[in-house]
């Protein structure tokens, strides 16, 4: 559900494994970007991931997963 999203993280990360998992449950699949992979995203997003991110560069949720903005976004497309 929903690949235009972004979960920027990196792979030893228990908070980004955590809400990968979370989202997983949900039935939703963002794209997973290791923010390790590329200097201008750690900069951009190193001290905040996880990150999840809809287009635009909307920031979603960051730390830990917000349901109520997940929901709302996932509302615009309903």
Do not use: Q
């Amino acid at each position: 559900m929903n690949s235009a999203l972004k979960l920027y993280g990196r792979e030893y990360c228990g908070l980004c494994r955590m809400m990968r998992d979370e989202l997983a449950a949900l039935g939703v699949m963002p794209i997973w970007v290791d923010v390790d992979d590329d200097p201008a995203l750690e900069e951009r997003y190193g001290e905040l991931v996880p990150v999840l991110v809809a287009p635009g560069d909307r920031i979603l949720c960051h730390y830990h997963l917000d349901r109520t903005a997940l929901d709302a976004y996932l509302l615009e497309f309903r």
